[in-house]
């Protein structure tokens, strides 16, 4: 959601501030401001992008501040709702990524008790309930004003005259960056990582004061140790390496994500975790997650259901935190790249709460999914910046691939075949890539329209939805995943020669009557695209045009044909002139409800 950065040490603050928040900004960027201080507290922001800000900004003195870019929640993007936001005599400073639930009877109380408001945001209160409570200690009094609070919250505060930042988080993530005679606070890695490679994750509750050269970490009025993690990732790993964007550069990356991912299993007979559900211990399975994990979550319950025979029910995890549910038997599994989504991590408590055993397949080491649930398995993606999620979605399948074949029930021959042909992924994954020249062609086509629609059936269907939510979330063109069968239930009706549509033709027993629905979409007068293996000639004599992937078992096709319609979408955003690491009113974390 939002991303938030404080730094204190021995050099300027306001260069140290505008560089972290540029690593940050795919977690929100509809405005952004910084705050630093020296004899008082300055504060600069704007509903604008980090650069603009940084052109436009003064040298502000000091060698202490935070910085925030802003996800709107509560009040419009405007240079009076950006953070830092203040109290009434401007002394203390606050950055907020999160909810405050009780916002509005808080503001009203403190109004009654001579406090001015000047912005929309929940975050407001927050100073000045800090300055309400202050007699002296700053931390005391971030500890009193939220024990006030409800929501969900990661704050660093800032307090003139004080030669400290104070952090503290409850349901939305934070980090300290341990740096030589500097200190950092950030709600990511990449944040920091041009820094340093020492951190400390806070966890809920926790209060942390941090000087220039020392982090005291408080629970409850009592001080705690957390452990410091070093983190692998390289400043390069996190950074465009000449590519226009970050997403381009992320689809690139795929086939060492998959040898990466996979890497850390050495066979089948040693599974990655040791899991109850898997084990035939349990009775059925919940695959929970959001966005494209969503979609991943649905490709594993073909490729479990298919590979272990038990029942599997893939879930939005927003979803299913509102389902009556009945819980007996079943083991989950949530996806979440970033670890911190509030409706998965959610869903997580939830099901804890029922002692359902949860494992956790996530990107971020230290992330709150891998804390809270039982057991984690890491995929090996690397950062991801762009808000599109492409790599980890991929390196998210070769999780659940590995997992099921682990403890997979098919014949032996079978088992080998499967697992020469994951290994052979990376390499098929490349040719795709390499087949870039003809996406690039459909991809101008594609870009004069205003709705197409994807259609998938079985394993592929989510593949239609990932397609879909991919160019739609890019290139701004509204784009439908469907189940190809359903199309005459409905859609038919808005079908013609201005709606393309884009059928993912597997090698399965799918294959006949996807035959059939694009015959239908013909009769229709839709211009029809296919996605399909090489030689299968019969689709070339269907469709209008194919944009060919290599042959791989139809277990894996979810892969190759995901990354083609990744690069279908990225060229597409790309011929429109879209901002593509950062489409309008999203965010890359979605740390809230
Ligand atoms: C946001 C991102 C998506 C992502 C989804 C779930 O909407 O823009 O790319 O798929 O959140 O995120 P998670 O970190 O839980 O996988």
Redesign the pocket.
Known sequence: MCGIIGYIGDKQAQPILLSSLSRLEYRGYDSCGIAVSSSGIEVYKDAVRVAELAKALLQLDGTVGIGHTRWATHGEPSQVNAHPHLDCNGNIAVVHNGIINNFQRLKRQLIGEGHNFVSETDTEVIPHLIEKHYDGNLEKAVEAALRDVEGSYAIIVLMAGEPKLVAARKDSPLIIGIGDRENFVASDVPAILDYTDRVIYLEDGDIGVVTPDSIKIRRHGKEVQREEHKISWSVEDAQKGGYEHFMLKEIREQPKVIRDTLGGWVSVAEPAVDLAVMRGGLESMLIL?????YHAASIGKYIVEELLSIPVRAEPASEFNYFTWTLAKTGAIA????G??AD?LKAIRRLKGVGCPVLAITNVVGSTASRIADQTIYTRAGPEIS???TK?FTAQLMVLYWLALSYSKVDIRRLADLIMGLRQLPGKVQQVLDNEDIILEYANYLSRYKDVFFIGRGINFPVALEGALKLKEISYIHAEGYAAGELKHGPFALLGSDTPVIAIVAQDNTREPMLTNIREVKARGSPLIAVAEEGDEAIKELADSVITVPRVDALFSPVVNTVALQLLAYYTAKYRGCPIDFPRN?????TVE
Do not use: D, F, P, R
């Open positions: 997650a959001c966005g494209s994990s996806i979440t790249q970033s911190e989504t998965t808000v599109a999620a980890s999203l965010a890359k974390s979605v």
